[in-house]
């Protein structure tokens, strides 16, 4: 059975590439030969049948023709960014994986016009050098400063094929810029919330060991801070409940609601519980939600969305005006939120000034730390509404100018009616 040089210089390659690849998607030993022997036995296949995968010459210089074939298909699919260097330290194969990461990077260009990372460059040369394979990692400023890992290896002399008889150089590269960023957001979180919980710890262990010594026989003393430490113990609480809260969320954040719920009435329902709070607070609460009118449907999460309500209520009531009124009022049509319907919880605060806006929904961030620690806020509770909103695909507005109050409106995409087509529904905001 004829099976041409060609073919077997491509067969190679393609083995080594599967090597490669097997390792980096972690398909072990046993998957990577039957990979390989699968290679061969369609490889022989086609040679078999005479449509074998022949380079008609050999490679210009410059710009190598790249063989049909197996092989070639192979590679272009390959997930995977991958480019191979010849001894001449031009590029000799970029696949396109390789081309949406790195667009400079050429056939028959110099292997530095690709990227002029140092650790790219160094590895390169040092695999040429000594033709010892070498895991290096590299970071590029691109669109953001990007992160990437990548292995180096040797082709020795005639094992690149098509590519060229000069030893070659290897490199595949995976792009680890989204892992970096998830681990230092998870490493902030948790320093976050240690430090959030630290605070109370360290004041109610103060006042335990003022209580067990010099104000161990002083009555006034000790209700004074047992009253501290009840304080102090229920924002712990609060955190650790938000806490878990944002995880379990987070844990379903794929998962779309499917309970249809009339969206009015639920708001109406769980901001009633608020009345008292408003009170004691001096603050007006208006509930102008129309039920009278009827309601309108979402698919939603009925508890979620009580838990967004009394969120929200709950800001307006700490940082709106002693004194003033908190109205929650049907959203009206926004053409920015097709399809959807919302309510909002309006305000008569101090405002939000604009730089603060984009960010008050990130965990832990509060516009002044001073209010925060006279309302006892977290920081987490738009950062839940945010999660919530995005698992609903809805989306939560924020409008408010400085001394002119704030306006939050919840908008939630309205359920259709059976018969109704997608993004054309029969209920009205
Ligand atoms: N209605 C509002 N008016 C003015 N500022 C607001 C309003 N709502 C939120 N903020 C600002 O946004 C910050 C973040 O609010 P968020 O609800 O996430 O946390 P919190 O209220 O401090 O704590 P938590 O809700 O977890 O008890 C607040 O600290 C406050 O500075
Ligand atoms: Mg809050």
């Known amino acids: 059975m004829p099976v041409r040089s060609g073919t077997l210089a491509w067969l190679a390659f393609a083995c080594v590439a599967i090597v490669l690849v097997g390792g980096t998607l972690g ?8 990979a390989i022997l699968g290679v061969f036995g369609l490889a022989v296949a086609l040679g078999a049948s005479g449509r074998a995968p022949v380079p008609d ?7 190598p023709p790249l063989p049909g074939g197996f092989g070639q298909a192979l590679l272009q699919r390959l997930p995977a960014p991958l480019i191979v260097v010849g001894q001449d330290r031009r590029l000799t194969y970029v696949n396109p994986a390789a081309h949406g990461m790195l667009p400079q990077a050429r056939v028959g260009a110099h292997y530095s016009n690709a990227t ?22 590299f970071t590029q400023l691109q669109d953001q400063e990007r992160h990437y890992e990548a292995r180096a290896s040797y082709l020795p002399e005639g094992a690149g094929g098509a590519f060229g008889d000069g030893a070659q150089v290897l490199v595949l590269i995976e792009d680890r810029t989204r892992d970096k960023a998830m681990l230092q957001t998870r490493s902030d979180f948790v320093a976050n919330a240690s430090h959030e919980l630290r605070t109370p710890l360290a004041s109610i262990l103060g006042y335990i060991e003022t209580l067990q010594g010099h104000a161990r026989d002083d009555p006034e003393a000790r209700e004074l801070f047992l009253g501290i430490m009840l304080q102090q113990a229920s924002r712990m609480q609060r955190l650790v409940d938000d806490l878990m809260s944002l995880n379990r969320i987070e844990l379903n954040a794929h998962q779309r609601p499917e309970a249809r719920i009339p969206l009015r009435r639920t708001v109406a329902e769980a901001a009633e519980a ?27 999460d009925r508890d979620q969305i009580s838990q967004v309500t009394v969120n929200l209520i709950d800001n307006a009531i700490k940082y709106g005006r002693s004194g003033g009124r908190v109205r929650v ?12 319907t919302g309510v909002s919880v309006i305000d008569e605060g101090p405002g939000i000034a604009r730089e603060h806006i984009p960010r008050i929904t990130e965990r832990f961030y509060r516009v002044s730390n001073k209010k925060s620690a006279e309302v006892g806020g977290t920081g987490l509770g738009l950062a839940i509404i945010k999660h919530i909103m995005t698992r609903h695909g809805g989306t939560l507005d924020i409008q408010s100018k400085p001394g002119e109050g704030s306006r939050f409106t919840i908008w939630l995409p309205l359920a259709l009616e059976s018969g109704d087509s997608v993004g054309a529904s029969r209920n009205d905001a």
């Open 116 to 137: 002029r990372a140092p650790g790219f460059i160094e590895a390169v040369e040092s695999v040429l050098r000594d033709g010892r394979d070498r895991s290096f990692t």
């Open 57 to 63: 010459q050999a490679p210009a210089r410059d710009a």
């Open 329 to 340: 009022v049907p959203a009206e049509k926004d053409p920015r939120f097709p399809g959807m």
């Open 274 to 300: 608020l009345f008292p709070l408003a009170s004691r607070s001096d603050v007006l609460l208006m509930l102008d939600l129309d039920l009278d009118q009827g309601d309108v449907e979402v698919l939603a």
């Open 27 to 34: 398909l072990g030993p046993l998957g990577e030969t039957i």
